[in-house]
């Protein structure tokens, strides 16, 4: 009988597939090299059966159950399942319930450094799952694209200092966000008009679609290309753009994975 004393309740939970996981993520990592632009993002595995841990979000295919976060692009993936409220994460920290706090990072404290001093790891929630992610990947050259959840400017500066670039969309009520930005009304701005603004090594662009659309980029430098649709020509931020084609990877495997469906069946009486 397997000894399950030292354990923490997630662990218990997952227990049977962990080891299953884990050989695969290593397996992944070891025969599979990574393309630049790598993509980190949630995904609901549909589940109806009994599970302590599933999950229900109305914005999900799925819309019931088991919840994971995947580091991916077009052809590969990583996966961390998600457990429960405070489950522990990989550095055995508490991580919260991103349904209990979604903006829990504006929590992080202030921490003076200099300009030629490392920034500090953010210690919030979302930021450690991204940590826990893209550990492997870290001082290796690699692009992040982030959607809204998990961005920051202290995240983007943390992984700028360890020589890895991220970009994607931003929630301006972020904590260390100018307040020119967060004050920005959509009645203020021209549709395909955009506001910047640069601090050394992190951009952010709000740029005005059909809604405002802000970006945060270690990436790019405020360069604005464009994509002909319908026999027009529309001018986009670069960031905007490739963070279009970047996400692809995500939406893809979940259509791949829709024709495929491996949720249990009722057995026939």
């Known amino acids: 009988m397997t000894d399950l004393r030292g354990l923490t309740c997630a662990q218990k939970k997952l227990r049977k597939i ?3 996981l884990d050989h695969l993520n290593e397996k ?4 599979y ?13 549909k589940w109806h059966g009994r599970l302590s841990f599933a999950q229900k979000i109305a914005t999900k295919a799925a819309k019931v159950g088991v919840k994971s976060y995947e580091l991916c692009e077009s052809d590969g993936l990583f996966v961390e399942l998600w457990r429960r409220k405070n489950a522990k994460t990989t550095d055995g920290k508490d991580r919260q319930d991103e349904n209990e706090q979604p903006d ?8 003076a450094t200099s300009a030629s001093s490392m920034p500090p790891p953010p210690t919030n929630a ?14 290796l050259g690699y692009t992040l694209i982030l959607v809204n959840f998990y961005n920051s400017p202290l995240l983007a500066r943390y992984l700028k200092s360890q020589k890895t670039d991220c970009f994607g969309t931003l929630r301006v009520n972020r904590e260390f966000v100018p307040e020119a930005i967060k004050s920005l009304a959509k009645t203020e701005m021209r549709v395909g008009e955009l506001v910047q603004t640069f601090s050394r090594d992190v951009s952010i662009v709000v740029w005005r679609n059909t809604n405002i ?14 994509k002909e649709k319908y026999g027009r020509y529309k001018y986009k931020p670069q960031a905007v753009l490739g963070y279009n084609i970047s996400m692809g990877g995500v939406d893809r495997k979940d259509q791949l994975l829709s024709a495929h469906p491996i949720e249990r069946s009722k057995n026939m009486a």
């Open 104 to 111: 829990s990072d504006l929590t992080d404290e202030p921490v």
């Open 213 to 226: 659309v802000a970006m945060i980029s270690t990436f790019h430098e405020g360069e604005v290309g464009g």
């Open 126 to 139: 979302t930021a450690q799952i991204v940590q826990s992610l893209a550990k492997p990947l870290l001082g």
């Open 18 to 20: 962990q080891p299953v």
């Open 33 to 45: 090299i990574p393309k630049q632009n790598i993509a980190i993002d949630e995904s609901l595995l």
């Open 28 to 31: 992944f990592g070891k025969l």
